[in-house]
């Protein structure tokens, strides 16, 4: 088993690690098809996005990607709600995109067993080759990102939203939705995020400093806006998963509706916070959330946020749309340690599956 973790004390932190040469290979594995699976989403309007989990947060990201680029907006809803509530919404105008790792977690095969009843066309961003979901679905996109031990989901997340990515370029070229300039702009500067990846890995040092601090904590908030409100629930289901620390993501504009009332002195607040047209807004939220004493982590890259923060993670420049693939990394490595400070196994965290093979 030590062999198989390459030098790693763990499978997690060796696959948060392999996260450039996964992106590198999700890129590349999909070059050839994606124009053909693009083509196929422009005929529809009525997209469904189902998955659970780590993969229901992918689909969240996806949606932005969709609407920004493609003015396309999916629908997407978590698989287990998915099968009974849209039962009698679902027909053969309609397009279900499921997203699971495994191929096999029971809510979701559900849910495209269901859209394959009403005759709606099932398109699979799958993980596992030969999996039971590639063989319900009509179309499948594989994220290329080799087996993934570790339970919580992390070369698989930036894989998916790689091919997400990809996905919603393309569309928008095909619809003529989006300047053809920036189009290639953005998919240039997807080749460079595993370069961007690494860069990142690079704080694992000091965020484990950081982590050493944090230890005894009980409870984190993550906030967002936009394109990263998926990023802060990912990050919270990471140090919830394996940390066993309550955690809450949410959009930071939902902060002050409730939320804020749990925050007093020294409540860690990570703030997902990269350049982008909601920047100000979330410096607005930290700096309120700090008033009432939380302990502000950053990640962005705007020197401003290290002003106003208790610890800022400085992140390499890239567009808001690339955000999430590289922003997650940090969040991932924040909980790896966690775990291992409290002396959890991180690869098994305690009541949980791999795959949710059962309702
Ligand atoms: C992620 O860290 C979790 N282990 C879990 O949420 C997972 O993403 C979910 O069970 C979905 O699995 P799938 O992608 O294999 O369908």
Redesign the pocket.
Known sequence: EMAEKAGFPHFMLKEIYEQPRAIKDAIHGNADVINAVAREIAKYDKIFIV?????YHAGMVGRYLFQRLAKKVPIVEDASEFRYEFEDIIDEDTLVIAI???GE?AD?LAAMKLAKKKGAKVLAIVNVVGSMATRIADLTLYTHAGPEIG???TKTYTTQLTVLTMLAIELARILGTADEDYLDELEAGLKAVPNLVEEVLKHDGGIKELAESLVDKRDFFYIGRGVSVPTALEGA??LK?ISYIHAEGLSAGELKHGPLALLEDGVPVVAVAPSGKTFDKIVGNIEESRARGAFIISLGDSEELGRVSNAFIRMPDMDELLSPIVYVVPLQLIAYHMAVLRGNDPDKPRN?AK??TVE
Request: charged share 10%; glycine share 6%; no cysteine.
């Open positions: 998955a659970m989990g780590t993969s699971t790792q495994s977690t979701t339970v919580a989901a289901l990471k998963e949980l795959s949710v």
